[in-house]
C-alpha cells in the first residue's frame, strides 16, 4: 500500500499492512518511493502518514482507545 509522508510530500510503500491497521503500533515499516534504486526500509511515524489524497488515515488505525472516545 502507498501513503504519503506529510512532511516530505514522497509515497512511502508500506511492507506490513497488519501493522498499519494494528491501533497499539506507533510506526510501520516503509520504502521511499522514490529515484530508480530500491530505497533501504525503514521505520515511519504514523502520525506522519496520510494517503496520497492528503485524507489521514483512519482513527481506528492510530488510536488504540477509538471505541471509547467520544466524538
Not at 17 to 30: A, C, F
Not at 40 to 50: M, N, T
Amino acid at each position: 500500500m502507498l501513503l504519503q509522508d506529510k512532511q516530505s510530500g514522497s509515497l512511502v510503500e508500506v511492507l506490513d499492512i497488519e501493522e498499519l491497521i494494528m491501533p497499539t503500533k506507533d510506526s510501520v515499516p516503509g520504502q521511499i518511493q522514490g529515484g530508480e534504486e530500491e530505497q533501504d526500509p525503514e521505520s515511519y511515524a504514523k502520525e506522519r502518514l496520510v494517503f496520497p489524497s492528503g485524507e489521514s488515515l483512519p482513527r481506528c488505525w492510530v488510536d488504540p482507545d477509538y471505541r471509547n472516545a467520544k466524538g
